[in-house]
């Protein structure tokens, strides 16, 4: 009978929930509206809220409210990866648009210390920063951004009018075009015309990877410091050309929860961020309490979020003067979700984000004197916070590699840091910084604290818990030397030159102009470029497995392990041919290529020993789709994409068993993908054939369960308490956690893993606790974790007596290879990229009879 009452009750919610939701549901009706402006369901076709909108759709109505109102302009930062266009809809009174520019450049000056005291605060509007849906599939942000507009566009009255004369809204429709237009074709295609709440239903279950991520599947909620994808780096340029002072990130979460606005747990806010932003963020709290009372709806604070990394859309704003705001809104993933105790539509979400951005900006209009004011402080203090601090600047080179070099000023640049070329030589800690190829970033400049974030490793911590990672010392992802000058009188003329843009090494050969060979570095990090491109053309490429140095009248220099040879005879091109594909590769890749008109060389292996070995092209098949890891998959597909222009197949565990093996040389697992015995099997015979199989991270497990590897974990710390009580329980689980830490690891130089590598010292990024012991041949351990390895971040005591010595990457027999932790983590660790393009270049040398490897 009680199953009965419930079904014939749900019936009814079903029922109601089915029917057409208006605009009566969402905006308030404390003004009116002009009924000249567009309704949604005039221009969509349907009602907000009853079909996802699709990016083209939500994208036209934006362009279409600048088209027709004199409060609005569209501005568009950039383009997607898939080519979507990215911008906001810049919202005013009539009077303020007119005079935009002169307003925008007028607030930027609160920024600038050296004249922002000449300001009237009280003459100027609050710039508020609306952003929906960085998640694609956490939908109903971006369907609420429709809302938003609308409400501004078409509102009337006293209360409408009073907002647009004094704050400038800047509405970021959908942060993440190509997933939010992936997650609406899902939810589209397999909605029902009646509403179905059954989670069981196929609408809740995206395929892989879902629609959260981007084009390459990266998280750009976590790329704001990286600026590794176009959303980003538009997205950030924009945020400094308007100085936002609230910027609100609109999120969704699971479907069992309510609704979560910030403040977040207050132990684990960044230090570097200044009190006032802490305190600004809750009374902007009280806003949302009311709004929020005033609709019913369940919410809660300070739990579960927090603002400790500085990367996220609403952690990044706090560490540059604004305030950020985090929404997270139970999320239905579909139109209609059973979730215990009630139903969650998918209008009911849009409405709470709605109700959040209508709080939001009333906080920005009454809170706007207080806004602009906390602004130009944050930039006033940076000054006399740098003067206290005892680090006054960090120098930085890396001379083995321009490549990389020009990629962190680059980002650098990008964040508005001032970097300076090294005025003189000087040598700190051992390691001479000079001045042709070193670089200078003072501390006393307006991004004192973001800087100090950047360039500080940090090992205590006020909380052993943490939502995302627990540090990000960006030279270290480089890989890059660098230190600080605490000594004042060392700053005399230490800066020369302002570098207003990344420098770029221009590519060239040099030697001799008839050669009978070409051979260059595999230090550069587009070497791979280059290596790969030749292949791709046809010429027979080989790497040196050991050290020379040659001398042939025109070249005097030593090679390391890893050189790359490029013979002039045998080759199916002509010399002609062969020294123009050379000269452009080598400016295509900016490397120095050198042409030597011997063979003979004075120390080491000459050219024609067995010590080179000739290289194949790589031909690589990675699995993806359910069972792989898409953040791995996607982080190797992006790196081979984008940067080497290397093709990879992704082919899902399902296809493996049509799939012609002999097609590729190189195999990557990520994740546990499910296939059966028999491929198993072909894998096996494959690899012993010539293949080279990859295990990454996770991937691991599956060579060790399928025993394609013998590998032996560290058992897991077992915390030994007595007693407890059960509420600690979730807390005391996350003291043992690695949420994101940088270690040491030690390299063997000569081993093909680590070619092009110049310091046997390398930091790595290890999330998770998972520790493997080295493998019982010594020969095959060519990058373990040092017996000190911590180097910022969180890690107890007892993980850290577990990693150290424990292996990073192994060698298991021939040409299977185990990289345990993370090279390519976010696409921006440059500094460990290379041992995975190792692995795919020179795995094949590894139990390849004939020739050697190392001393």
Same mark, same amino acid.
């Given at each position: 009978?009680?199953?009965?009452?419930?079904?014939?009750?749900?019936?009814?919610?079903?029922?109601?929930?089915?029917?057409?939701?208006?605009?009566?549901?969402?905006?308030?009706?404390?003004?009116?509206?002009?009924?000249?402006?567009?309704?949604?369901?005039?221009?969509?076709?349907?009602?907000?809220?009853?079909?996802?909108?699709?990016?083209?759709?939500?994208?036209?109505?934006?362009?279409?409210?600048?088209?027709?109102?004199?409060?609005?302009?569209?501005?568009?930062?950039?383009?997607?990866?898939?080519?979507?266009?990215?911008?906001?809809?810049?919202?005013?009174?009539?009077?303020?648009?007119?005079?935009?520019?002169?307003?925008?450049?007028?607030?930027?000056?609160?920024?600038?210390?050296?004249?922002?005291?000449?300001?009237?605060?009280?003459?100027?509007?609050?710039?508020?920063? !609306?952003?929906?849906?960085?998640?694609?599939?956490?939908?109903?942000?971006?369907?609420?951004?429709?809302?938003?507009?609308?409400?501004?566009?078409?509102?009337?009255?006293?209360?409408?009018?009073?907002?647009?004369?004094?704050?400038?809204?800047?509405?970021?429709?959908?942060?993440?075009?190509?997933?939010?237009?992936?997650?609406?074709?899902?939810?589209?295609?397999? &909605?029902?015309?009646?509403?179905?709440?059954?989670?069981?239903?196929?609408?809740?279950?995206?395929?892989?990877?879902?629609?959260?991520?981007?084009?390459?599947?990266?998280?750009?909620?976590?790329?704001?410091?990286?600026?590794?994808?176009?959303?980003?780096?538009?997205?950030?340029?924009?945020?400094?050309?308007?100085?936002?002072?609230?910027?609100?990130?609109?999120?969704?979460?699971?479907?069992?929860?309510?609704?979560?606005?910030?403040?977040?747990?207050?132990?684990?806010?960044?230090?570097?961020?200044?009190?006032?932003?802490?305190?600004?963020?809750?009374?902007?709290?009280?806003?949302?309490?009311?709004?929020?009372?005033?609709?019913?709806?369940?919410?809660?604070?300070?739990?579960?979020?927090?603002?400790?990394?500085?990367?996220?859309?609403?952690?990044?704003?706090?560490?540059?003067?604004?305030?950020?705001?985090?929404?997270?809104?139970?999320?239905?993933?579909?139109?209609?979700?059973?979730?215990?105790?009630?139903?969650?539509?998918?209008?009911?979400?849009?409405?709470?984000?709605?109700?959040?951005?209508?709080?939001?900006?009333?906080?920005?209009?009454?809170?706007?004197?207080?806004?602009?004011?906390?602004?130009?402080?944050?930039? *006033?203090?940076?000054?006399? !916070?740098?003067?206290?601090?005892?680090?006054?600047?960090?120098?930085?080179?890396?001379?083995?590699?321009?490549?990389?070099?020009?990629?962190?000023?680059?980002?650098?640049?990008?964040?508005?840091?001032?970097?300076?070329?090294?005025?003189?030589?000087?040598?700190?800690?051992?390691?001479?910084?000079?001045?042709?190829?070193?670089?200078?970033?003072?501390?006393?400049?307006?991004?004192?604290?973001?800087?100090?974030?950047?360039?500080?490793?940090?090992?205590?911590?006020?909380?052993?818990?943490?939502?995302?990672?627990?540090?990000?010392?960006?030279?270290?992802?480089?890989?890059?030397?660098?230190?600080?000058?605490?000594?004042?009188?060392?700053?005399?003329?230490?800066?020369?030159?302002?570098?207003?843009?990344?420098?770029?090494?221009?590519?060239?050969?040099?030697?001799?102009?008839?050669?009978?060979?070409?051979?260059?570095?595999?230090?550069?990090?587009?070497?791979?470029?280059?290596?790969?491109? !030749?292949?791709?053309?046809?010429?027979?490429? *080989?790497?040196?497995?050991? *050290?020379?140095?040659?001398?042939?009248?025109?070249?005097?220099?030593?090679?390391?392990?890893?050189?790359?040879?490029?013979?002039?005879?045998?080759?199916?091109?002509?010399?002609?041919?062969?020294?123009?594909?050379?000269?452009?590769?080598? *400016?295509?890749?900016?490397?120095?290529?050198?042409?030597?008109?011997?063979?003979?060389?004075?120390?080491?292996?000459?050219?024609?020993?067995?010590?080179?070995?000739?290289?194949?092209?790589?031909?690589?098949?990675?699995?993806?789709?359910?069972?792989?890891?898409?953040?791995?998959?996607?982080?190797?597909?992006?790196?081979?994409?984008?940067?080497?222009?290397?093709?990879?197949?992704?082919?899902?565990?399902?296809?493996?068993?049509?799939?012609?093996?002999?097609?590729?040389?190189?195999?990557?697992?990520?994740?546990?993908?499910?296939?059966?015995?028999?491929?198993?099997?072909?894998?096996?015979?494959?690899?012993?054939?010539?293949?080279?199989?990859?295990?990454?991270?996770?991937?691991?497990?599956? !060579?060790?369960?399928?025993?394609?590897?013998?590998?032996?974990?560290?058992?897991?710390?077992?915390?030994?308490?007595?007693?407890?009580?059960?509420?600690?329980?979730?807390?005391?689980?996350?003291?043992?956690?690695?949420?994101?830490?940088?270690?040491?690891?030690?390299?063997?130089?000569?081993?093909?893993?680590?070619?092009?590598?110049?310091?046997?010292?390398?930091?790595?990024? &290890?999330?998770?606790?998972?520790?493997?012991?080295?493998?019982?041949?010594?020969?095959?351990?060519?990058?373990?974790?040092?017996?000190?390895?911590?180097?910022?971040?969180?890690?107890?005591?007892?993980?850290?007596?577990?990693?150290?010595?424990?292996?990073?990457?192994?060698?298991?027999?021939?040409?299977?290879?185990?990289?345990?932790?993370?090279?390519?983590?976010?696409?921006?660790?440059?500094?460990?990229?290379?041992?995975?393009?190792?692995?795919?270049?020179?795995?094949?040398?590894?139990?390849?009879?004939?020739?050697?490897?190392?001393?």
């Amino acid at each position: 009978m009680k199953k009965t009452i419930l079904l014939l009750a749900l019936s009814t919610v079903i029922t109601v929930t089915n029917a057409q939701i208006t605009l009566d549901y969402y905006l308030p009706k404390d003004i009116s509206y002009n009924p000249s402006v567009p309704l949604p369901k005039q221009f969509f076709g349907h009602e907000v809220g009853e079909w996802h909108l699709s990016h083209d759709k939500l994208y036209f109505y934006m362009l279409e409210l600048a088209r027709i109102s004199e409060r609005a302009v569209w501005e568009e930062y950039g383009k997607s990866h898939e080519g979507r266009p990215l911008g906001q809809l810049i919202i005013s009174s009539p009077e303020n648009i007119r005079n935009l520019e002169q307003l925008r450049l007028q607030h930027g000056k609160l920024c600038d210390p050296s004249g922002s005291d000449k300001l009237d605060i009280k003459k100027m509007p609050v710039f508020i920063k !609306l952003g929906y849906g960085i998640h694609g599939n956490e939908s109903s942000a971006q369907n609420a951004s429709v809302l938003t507009a609308y409400y501004l566009i078409a509102g009337e009255g006293s209360k409408i009018d009073e907002l647009l004369k004094n704050a400038v809204i800047l509405i970021d429709p959908a942060l993440n075009p190509d997933g939010m237009q992936r997650h609406s074709t899902w939810v589209n295609f397999t &909605k029902s015309l009646n509403n179905n709440p059954d989670g069981n239903s196929w609408e809740f279950s995206e395929s892989w990877p879902g629609g959260r991520t981007n084009h390459y599947w990266f998280d750009l909620n976590r790329d704001y410091i990286m600026l590794q994808h176009p959303e980003s780096v538009g997205r950030v340029a924009a945020f400094y050309r308007w100085r936002p002072n609230i910027n609100t990130d609109h999120h969704e979460m699971g479907a069992n929860a309510t609704f979560f606005f910030q403040p977040g747990v207050q132990s684990r806010n960044n230090p570097l961020t200044p009190s006032d932003i802490h305190e600004l963020t809750a009374e902007i709290g009280t806003y949302h309490e009311k709004y929020l009372d005033t609709i019913e709806s369940l919410y809660y604070t300070e739990e579960g979020y927090d603002d400790f990394y500085v990367g996220k859309g609403s952690s990044y704003p706090d560490i540059h003067g604004s305030v950020g705001i985090l929404f997270e809104q139970a999320g239905v993933k579909g139109h209609l979700r059973e979730t215990p105790g009630r139903l969650l539509s998918f209008p009911f979400a849009i409405r709470n984000q709605l109700t959040v951005s209508l709080s939001s900006m009333e906080a920005g209009l009454r809170m706007k004197d207080k806004l602009l004011e906390s602004l130009r402080k944050f930039y *006033k203090e940076a000054s006399y !916070l740098a003067d206290k601090y005892p680090v006054k600047a960090y120098i930085f080179t890396e001379p083995s590699d321009n490549g990389r070099t020009s990629e962190f000023i680059k980002i650098l640049l990008q964040h508005q840091i001032k970097v300076y070329s090294l005025a003189r030589d000087i040598t700190k800690n051992g390691v001479q910084y000079k001045s042709e190829n070193s670089y200078v970033v003072p501390l006393k400049q307006n991004e004192y604290r973001f800087i100090r974030s950047l360039f500080d490793p940090v090992k205590e911590f006020a909380d052993s818990a943490f939502y995302d990672v627990s540090t990000w010392v960006l030279p270290m992802s480089f890989n890059i030397q660098y230190a600080g000058i605490s000594i004042i009188k060392e700053m005399d003329g230490l800066a020369g030159t302002e570098v207003l843009q990344a420098p770029i090494t221009e590519g060239k050969v040099l030697g001799s102009e008839d050669p009978y060979a070409y051979l260059f570095e595999w230090n550069e990090y587009l070497a791979p470029r280059a290596l790969f491109s !030749l292949q791709n053309a046809g010429l027979i490429t *080989k790497v040196g497995t050991n *050290k020379f140095a040659i001398d042939d009248g025109h070249i005097k220099k030593s090679f390391v392990y890893g050189t790359i040879l490029v013979p002039v005879s045998g080759q199916p091109l002509t010399k002609d041919e062969i020294h123009k594909l050379i000269g452009s590769v080598a *400016k295509y890749c900016r490397i120095t290529v050198y042409g030597v008109s011997t063979g003979l060389t004075y120390e080491g292996i000459d050219l024609g020993s067995s010590g080179f070995n000739v290289l194949e092209k790589p031909s690589v098949l990675m699995i993806a789709g359910d069972g792989a890891s898409s953040t791995d998959v996607g982080e190797i597909w992006h790196m081979f994409d984008t940067r080497f222009k290397i093709p990879v197949t992704l082919a899902t565990a399902g296809r493996l068993g049509s799939v012609d093996l002999d097609r590729y040389n190189v195999l990557i697992i990520t994740g546990s993908p499910d296939v059966n015995s028999a491929v198993i099997e072909n894998i096996r015979t494959w690899n012993r054939k010539g293949g080279t199989l990859i295990g990454y991270k996770s991937g691991n497990n599956w !060579l060790s369960r399928n025993k394609l590897a013998e590998i032996e974990y560290v058992p897991a710390v077992t915390p030994d308490r007595k007693e407890s009580r059960y509420i600690d329980r979730s807390a005391e689980s996350q003291v043992q956690q690695i949420p994101g830490s940088i270690f040491e690891t030690k390299l063997d130089l000569s081993h093909p893993l680590c070619y092009g590598y110049t310091r046997d010292i390398l930091p790595v990024f &290890k999330s998770g606790t998972t520790a493997v012991k080295r493998n019982a041949d010594i020969y095959n351990n060519p990058i373990i974790y040092s017996s000190n390895p911590l180097l910022s971040g969180y890690c107890t005591k007892e993980n850290i007596e577990r990693i150290k010595g424990a292996a990073f990457a192994s060698v298991h027999g021939s040409r299977i290879i185990s990289i345990y932790d993370n090279t390519n983590f976010r696409a921006i660790w440059y500094g460990t990229n290379k041992i995975f393009l190792n692995a795919v270049f020179f795995g094949q040398l590894l139990g390849r009879s004939g020739g050697e490897y190392g001393e």
